[in-house]
């Protein structure tokens, strides 16, 4: 299963999820701060 990098601008915390086999984007929150800034990163 592919998985999505994400960042989150606020705490610097980056993770990854499941990517959507849908392919939308939904709006993502950081599991550590709660913020909703939260930047995809490419794949790696
Ligand atoms: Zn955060």
Do not use: W
């Not at 989150?8 to 915390?13: Q, T, V």
């Not at 993770?15 to 709660?34: N, Q, S, T, V």
């Amino acid at each position: 299963m592919a998985k999505d990098h994400f960042k989150c601008l606020r705490c610097s915390n980056t993770y990854e999820l499941e990517a959507d086999p849908d392919g939308k984007l939904k709006e993502r929150i950081c599991p550590k701060c709660k913020s909703n800034s939260v930047r995809k990163l490419k794949a790696q």
